[in-house]
């Protein structure tokens, strides 16, 4: 099975700041999906195909990667974004990765 | 608007079972995949599995062969989950969820295991 490891585990930046989460899969696999998590809610599907923002989701966030490498980019950080983010791949079967907190300096 | 409406809170006892359901709304489930994701007290999303609700085919991830048990009911556009011979190990928020990418979650039911 695939395994994903995301990186770091916990970060805070300060709002403007660019931030970078990353995804790495032990395995090549086609795209990624990313999800958003606040505490207390399920989580929302944030972007897939590894660059598409779903809906909703505020044009500072973007993604990029391919093969086994993967990232989520927030140019320019607010207190909003404030969540854990999990990468996930598919397709027979699921795994998602183990989460980024992102946290406000 | 689809919405997907899960069960409430569940108390289980050690050993015993329990048996969750998803109710769907908006959507002909008999078009896509439903998936099961559990998550354990302050830890990250587990995928447990997926059934195909037009055939009953079901996925599930390995450690969950045992555990979970999905089913779907098209007539109610209901999918379900039973956990069996419940550990405090089960102990955990379980969400549902469909269409690929995850576009729609239910809002999670928590399963508590104690005696």
């Known amino acids: 099975d695939i395994v994903l490891t995301q990186s770091p585990t916990t970060m805070a930046a300060s709002p403007g700041e660019k931030v970078t989460l990353t995804c790495r899969a032990s395995s090549s696999v086609s795209y990624m999906n990313w999800y958003q998590q606040k505490p207390g809610a399920s989580p929302k599907l944030w972007i897939y195909g590894t660059s598409k923002l779903a809906s909703g989701v505020p044009n500072r966030f973007s993604g990029s990667g391919s093969g086994t490498s993967y990232s989520l980019i927030i140019s320019s950080m607010e207190t909003e974004d404030i969540a854990t983010y999990y990468c996930?791949?598919?397709?027979?079967?699921?795994?998602f990765g183990s989460g980024t907190k992102l946290e406000i300096k | 608007e689809v919405q997907l409406q899960q069960s409430g809170a569940e108390l289980g006892k050690p050993g015993t079972s329990v048996k969750l359901s998803c109710k769907v709304s908006g959507y002909n489930i008999r078009s896509t995949y439903m998936h099961w994701v559990n998550q354990r007290p302050g830890k990250g999303l587990e995928w447990i599995g997926r059934?195909?609700?037009?055939?009953?085919?079901?996925i599930y991830a390995e450690k969950f062969k045992s555990k979970a048990t999905l089913t779907a009911d098209t007539s109610s556009n209901t999918a379900y989950m039973q956990l069996s011979q419940l550990k405090s190990d089960d102990t955990a928020i379980y969400f549902c969820?469909?269409?690929?990418?995850?576009?729609?979650w239910g809002q999670g039911t928590l399963v508590t295991v104690s005696s």
């Open positions: 059934i195909d609700p037009a055939n009953g085919n079901t």
């Open positions: 996930q791949q598919c397709c027979s079967t699921l795994t």
């Open positions: 969820a469909m269409r690929l990418p995850l576009a729609y």
